[in-house]
């Protein structure tokens, strides 16, 4: 089974850099998401984050900017939804399968355990 997440979202995490994330509001205003301004989301770069930064509050004081944000979506010119990631994306190398992750998980709790008991 594969990730239920578009392949091209996949690949910029994997392409991934902490030091192309950012903190912003941008997106969530030009979304027209509720989300809570007090807690902006981190995400890689976005063309409208580097149109807009700075400039939040006339973002959303401009409908023709918002209409222009769900335009360009609408014509594939910008990803339709942020990538939200977090500085520790550079950890993210590769994507193995779900029963592979839970596995290592499991061994690597198992030796934790294991180590834990002999102290």
Known sequence: ???LVDPSITKAILEGRGENTERSTVLDIARG???P?????RTL???YLDRWRGREAELAADPQALQ?????VARGAIPSLPIWAGEA???ITDLPS????????AAQAEDA???AGRR
Do not use: F, I
């Not at 779900?98 to 998980?105: N, Q």
């Open 89 to 91: 994306v550079d950890l």
């Open 113 to 115: 355990l294991t180590r």
């Open 33 to 35: 998401s509720s989300w």
């Open 37 to 41: 301004s007090k807690y902006p989301a």
């Open 68 to 72: 222009d944000y769900q335009d360009d």
């Open 98 to 105: 779900a029963e592979d992750l839970v596995t290592a998980m």
């Open 45 to 47: 770069g976005h063309p």
């Open 1 to 3: 089974m594969t990730a």
